[in-house]
């Protein structure tokens, strides 16, 4: 793990180590996911509103399990949008991040310490402030579903996952959704 000691400071600050292997980052943490081995994401910060005070950021994390230490690798500063849910796109080697009515694709150059938002559309459309919760990709990275408080499961084929994908199927609304995944032969 290359960490970012020596590059231009993170707007947010990085993980701060406390007692027993726990880590504390400087932002509320809303999203967390990692690639299955030593790399994760969080996400949070303070919203719209007090992105000046906590701002929202991405950040990217390598952990050295022979040693307990973790860096954090790259950071990606989102504004005044706040990421509340992140999932790793093994096929596509691809994070999908969840952020107000939209779902944003990030790519992790762990070499250049580098996280940059390669693509963005918009997937909840309906009801006051509608609010994308979590998107997946599928085992193949064929497919990408998502899903938030509109209640709408909307399924899309994904193509190079580095343009807006072309929407395949929009479930029958229900109540709002809080989790949904494919299952492992897709």
């Not at 970012?4 to 990085?14: D, N």
Request: with cysteine; glycine share 12%.
């Amino acid at each position: 793990c290359r960490s970012l000691a020596g590059l231009s400071p993170l707007r947010a600050g990085s993980m701060q180590a406390g007692k027993d292997g726990t880590f504390y980052p400087p932002f509320p943490v809303l999203g967390l996911a990692s690639n299955g081995k030593n790399i994760f994401l969080s996400s949070g910060g303070g919203g719209a509103t007090a992105c000046k005070e906590v701002p929202n950021v991405v950040q990217a994390h390598c952990y050295d399990e022979a040693t307990g230490k973790m860096s954090t690798i790259a950071s990606l500063d989102t504004e005044k949008c706040v990421v509340v849910g992140i999932t790793y796109a093994e096929a596509r080697d691809l994070w999908l991040a969840s952020t107000g009515g939209s779902c944003r694709v990030l790519e992790l150059s762990d070499g250049k310490n580098t996280l940059t938002q390669v693509c963005e559309w918009q997937s909840e459309v309906e009801g006051k402030g509608p609010s994308q919760n979590l998107a997946r990709c599928s085992p193949t990275g064929a497919l990408v579903a998502t899903g938030g408080s509109d209640g709408i499961v909307r399924i899309y084929i994904a193509g190079k996952l580095r343009e807006e994908p072309a929407l395949k199927h929009a479930c029958e609304k229900h109540q709002e959704v809080l989790d949904l995944d494919f299952s492992p032969d897709g």
